[in-house]
């Protein structure tokens, strides 16, 4: 069976924060799976900030996105037709080839997904790759234990909230940063210690006040101002957890670094960064403790959901805006 669909293009390089013009919206007909491919039909597809990245013409940890190809990133979707013994049609699958309506993928790309144990949707957000990552930082990297003070930025995000939840069952203390009065309240309602609107309160004056006997862990997702102020907060043999700098995905110019880097020395500091995708060793593990945990609701989640693919580029634009509270996604499926 072949199927026409809908995907998003990028159309031109940004300059600073991306624009409408920079995406393009076009249709193609895909054909027929062949041998090891399966035709998926998306119901959800995933608009993520280290995207922004992925548009410039740099070498990263990623291949950038080709001018005039369409652009990819997370996806959830059921398999249409099936030409792989392991995925047969009806399958429902997490890939890679979003920002589409459909897509022709790999069978050896799709990782099957239990649409009956957990929402379509948690599979691109807090039982995905955002979910793994806030694993991942919060046990392997930053090795956060009973009794310390974790600060984390961007906690009213997918890969925030999740990690300032999973330190508390670590028996951490943890204060979060966010942008708004009501990603404020939700993190209260998620059990987070402590909390500050970075809009109202500089980082540091507020970890003076929240954390007056210093933080052990920062987990980043910002960069810039914070992560200078909790390079100023951390204790002896503190620990950042370089996971994001979303402050500083659109400049133009190089960005300082913090202006206290000395103190990584004179405090005996660890800082790390890691990527995810060096950490799917960890899905199994993750998925057993954090899954139950969603099912029964011990651990919230919350979605921003943009409805059609034609959209996109928008989502895309209000993650920067911090518009988006939890895990922002695009709905592009009939059935989900």
């Given at each position: 069976m072949s199927l026409r669909s809908r995907e998003i293009r990028l159309a031109a390089r940004p300059r600073g924060l991306p624009v409408a013009g920079d995406f393009e919206l076009a249709e193609v007909e895909l054909p027929d799976p062949v041998d090891g491919q399966v035709l998926v039909r998306n119901a959800f597809v995933s608009v993520d900030p280290y995207m922004r990245g992925r548009m410039n013409d740099v070498r990263s940890y990623v291949p950038s996105f080709a001018l005039g190809e369409p652009l990819t990133g997370g996806a959830v979707g059921q398999v249409l037709a099936s030409a792989s013994e392991t995925l047969p049609e009806g399958t429902w699958v997490v890939h890679d080839l979003g920002w589409r309506e459909a897509a022709l993928v790999d069978a050896a790309r799709a990782r099957p997904f239990d649409a009956s144990a957990a929402p379509l949707s948690t599979a691109l957000g807090v039982l995905g790759m955002p979910g793994l990552t806030a694993f991942v930082g919060i046990d392997d990297i930053g090795g956060v234990k009973e009794g310390e003070t974790v600060l984390v930025s961007g906690a009213a995000g997918a890969v925030g909230s999740l990690a300032g939840q999973l330190a508390r069952r670590r028996g951490a203390r943890v204060i979060g940063s966010a942008g708004s009065a009501?990603?404020?309240?939700?993190?209260?309602?998620?059990?987070?210690?402590?909390?500050?609107?970075?809009?109202?309160?500089?980082?540091?004056?507020?970890?003076?006040?929240?954390?007056?006997?210093?933080?052990?862990?920062?987990?980043?997702?910002?960069?810039?101002?914070?992560?200078?102020?909790?390079?100023?907060?951390?204790?002896?043999?503190?620990?950042?957890?370089?996971?994001?700098?979303?402050?500083?995905?659109?400049?133009?110019?190089?960005?300082?670094?913090?202006?206290?880097?000395?103190?990584?020395?004179?405090?005996?500091?660890?800082?790390?960064?890691?990527?995810?995708?060096?950490?799917?060793?960890?899905?199994?593990?993750?998925?057993?403790?954090?899954?139950?945990?969603v099912a029964d609701g011990t651990i919230g989640y919350r979605e921003t959901i943009v409805d059609g693919i034609e959209r996109a580029p928008e989502a895309f634009l209000a993650l920067f805006a911090g518009d988006n509270v939890g895990k922002m996604l695009v709905r592009v499926g009939p059935d989900s």
């Open positions: 009501a990603k404020l309240a939700w993190l209260e309602e998620l059990g987070f210690d402590e909390t500050f609107d970075y809009h109202e309160a500089r980082p540091r004056k507020a970890l003076r006040e929240l954390a007056p006997d210093g933080i052990d862990v920062y987990f980043d997702n910002v960069g810039g101002e914070t992560l200078e102020a909790a390079v100023g907060a951390l204790n002896r043999y503190g620990r950042i957890v370089a996971c994001g700098s979303i402050a500083g995905y659109n400049a133009t110019e190089p960005q300082p670094g913090p202006r206290n880097l000395f103190l990584v020395v004179t405090k005996r500091l660890r800082m790390q960064g890691f990527i995810v995708f060096d950490h799917f060793d960890r899905w199994g593990t993750f998925l057993a403790e954090v899954g139950p945990l």
